[in-house]
């Protein structure tokens, strides 16, 4: 990344909300999924995802390939606003930034052969590759992630749950994208799996140019495969550093504590446990204040007030909390 170099995928206040409560009263209150997140994402690098459940992780990945539609806010691809796109756009757009879901098995059609299964998004989208026919990319595809052409003719029952996995992720690579968000990818799978498919990414990212955001809530899976990292809580991002540095200066409070969590490499280390205490704040209604105040050990009367934004502390690292504010 180059200083006058634009990003290929960014974020700007974007904000998800969802209606909760009887749909014919008065008045619905809204959750707040995501709150005001902003997000540059370069050529070429990994960008890391991390936060517990219900941080609005997957609502993120999500917004990024139209299955949500914002709220309000936007996001742009090659420097265009993608979150107006409609129809033809729309599809255009959907061919370059492709995602690979969590569970498998679910994202696969049972009574399709994975042949099938493989060349459906040259249907959808009437695209045939370059220079040969869909069959010849399908082989080459199933062979890029490991599996061969004898496979072709199989449904997903007789795989694995490591290999399914490889079949998403060809088929995310049919159309040629340029972006891949990869929602949990590796979750689901044995950890000796995990490292078998997270070493596939890395090798299909440097030979397909691909640029990826990777969704977990797996702190070591998350420090192996990206660059940088973005740590969310409740709607919002508190804090985005290179991979390293968020493991050697955490700055924000909450991740802190989200990396003290971590347990002791040895039975013989000690480690002090950085505690979260008191009760979470609520993300139904718009929050004004800092999301952490309310469990922070730093929390003012500032913090209970007023939402501090994420701001640059050194280069890219990023926080949003008012300790670190240039007086």
């Known amino acids: 990344m180059t200083d006058n170099q634009s990003p290929l995928l960014e974020v700007k206040n974007l904000t998800k909300c969802f209606p909760i409560g009887n749909r014919y009263s008065f008045q619905r209150k809204q959750l707040y999924a995501l709150d005001d997140v902003s997000l540059k994402v370069y050529k070429g690098e990994t960008v890391g995802v991390i936060g517990e459940s219900g941080c609005g992780k997957s609502t993120l990945s999500r917004c990024l390939v139209s299955l949500h539609k914002p709220t309000s806010g936007s996001i742009y691809f090659n420097n265009k606003d993608i979150s107006k796109c409609t129809g033809k756009e729309k599809k255009e757009i959907s061919r370059k930034i492709q995602m690979i879901f969590q569970d498998p098995y679910s994202s696969l059609d049972p009574k399709m052969r994975i042949s099938q299964l493989v060349m459906e998004p040259f249907t959808i989208h009437n695209f045939t590759p370059e220079g040969q026919s869909r069959v010849d990319r399908a082989i080459e595809l199933l062979q890029s992630v490991g599996l061969d052409r004898y496979h072709l003719q199989r449904y997903p029952h007789e795989f ?146 007023e939402k501090p934004k994420l701001k640059p502390v050194d280069g890219r690292h990023e926080v949003a909390c008012f300790l670190y504010e240039q007086s």
């Open 160 to 305: 694995s749950g490591g290999q399914r996995q490889r079949i998403n992720i060809a088929r995310a690579l049919t159309l040629n994208p340029e972006v891949l968000i990869c929602d949990e990818p590796v979750s689901a799978l044995d950890v000796s799996i995990q490292a078998q498919v997270l070493n596939l990414l890395i090798k299909l990212q440097q030979e397909f140019n691909l640029t990826y955001l990777f969704i977990s809530h797996d702190l070591s899976v998350i420090r192996y495969i990206s660059d940088y990292i973005a740590v969310m809580y409740l709607g919002h991002i508190v804090e985005f550093c290179e991979a390293s540095g968020i493991y050697t200066r955490p700055l924000h409070p909450y991740t802190q504590a989200l990396l003290s969590s971590i347990p002791p490499s040895s039975p013989f280390e000690k480690k002090e446990r950085l505690e979260l205490k008191g009760d979470l704040v609520s993300h139904i209604g718009k929050v004004n204040c800092c999301p952490l105040a309310s469990r922070c050990p730093h929390c003012t009367e500032r913090c209970k007030n």
